[in-house]
């Protein structure tokens, strides 16, 4: 994988929400470190076009390979660290290439 294509900034947020006396749920978020990542535009499949015609906007993000990224779920949350934008994570592709991890993102969420 060439380095220069690895341009960008993101963490990856774990959920560590908490549960009150009622049993309510809290949500809290343990910040991850920064990664360099690619975005890729994402054209073709019906996921990306079925959130565009619902006004969201689907990216598929490339990061290294690493125990940290391969341990990343669609429980977590994406933070773009440039532009302080967070993202839902729909999808992960930990299997596809050895020294890649391929995740698709959903948002910005407000």
Known sequence: MRAGALTERVAFDAPSGSTDAFGG???AWTDG???AAQ????????????ARQAGRKA?????RSSAATRAVTENYRMRDTRRGTVWNITEVDAISDRASVFIVVEGPVT
């Open 59 to 63: 990216y598929k993000i490339k990061v």
């Open 25 to 27: 749920t809290s949500e």
């Open 33 to 35: 470190d920064p990664v």
């Open 39 to 50: 975005w890729i535009y994402g054209k073709g499949d019906e996921s990306v076009q079925a």
